[in-house]
């Protein structure tokens, strides 16, 4: 397994980077390959709309993002963690998702799928973390993330949302959050087994 696993948080080890540790830690231990990005670090520019993607698929703001278009199509499992902010994605997550737009250019409007220039069947996953237990508190981070790996051309694979996870290491001092993330990470190398 070949795995891109993007870190959304700007709070550098808390509670996503625990959860996304735990199951990245799986993985590895099982044989596969992880490489973290924290996006917090890398200079990405929001989208603006210019057009240009739509001729060709390549979005033309030369910046941190170019690299990781090309990470984007190396992986076979891409994971996305966010912790929830005003029950969407973080500011630094939604920055990289928006920029996802040259790779729905790319699909819908010039209609080259991922097979076409040499990708394998890849799945995307969505992790998080949120103070509150809401019914609903999730729902709009994992539509939005279920719609980037579209754009991405990676099937869904799914999500794992821990509520009730607030002060700095509160993930790493509940149990039954990390016992949560492991079987997740098993999760992902039963997929990766099979295909
Ligand atoms: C700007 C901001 C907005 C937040 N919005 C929400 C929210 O809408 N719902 C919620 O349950 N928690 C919200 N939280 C709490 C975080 O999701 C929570 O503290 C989480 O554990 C942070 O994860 P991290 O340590 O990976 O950054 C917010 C926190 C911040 C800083």
Not at 82 to 89: C, E, H, L, N, R
Request: aromatic fraction near 8%; hydrophobic fraction near 40%; glycine fraction near 10%.
């Amino acid at each position: 397994m070949n795995c891109l696993l993007l870190l959304g948080s700007p709070r550098k080890n808390g509670n996503t980077e625990t959860l996304a540790g735990r199951v990245a830690g799986v993985v590895e231990k099982n044989g596969g390959h992880v490489e973290s990005v924290r996006l917090c670090e890398l200079d990405i520019a929001p989208c603006i709309d210019c057009g240009e993607c739509r001729k060709n698929g390549r979005c033309v703001i030369d910046d941190d993002m170019q690299e990781l278009y090309s990470k984007i199509d190396k992986a076979n499992t891409i994971i996305i963690a966010s912790p929830i902010y005003f029950y969407g994605v973080t500011a630094q997550t939604k920055v990289f998702i928006d920029r996802t737009q040259a790779l729905w250019s790319r699909k819908y409007l010039l209609k080259k799928r991922i097979e076409t220039i040499g990708g394998p069947e890849r799945k995307g996953y969505f992790l998080s973390v949120a103070a509150t237990s809401g019914e609903k508190c999730f729902d709009g981070a994992i539509l939005t993330a279920r719609y980037c790996f579209d754009a991405m051309d990676v099937a869904w694979g799914g999500e794992l949302v821990i509520p009730g996870i607030d002060h700095m290491g509160a993930f790493a001092k509940n149990p039954s959050a990390l016992a949560k993330a492991e079987d997740f990470g098993e999760g992902l190398l039963y997929f990766g087994r099979h295909n």
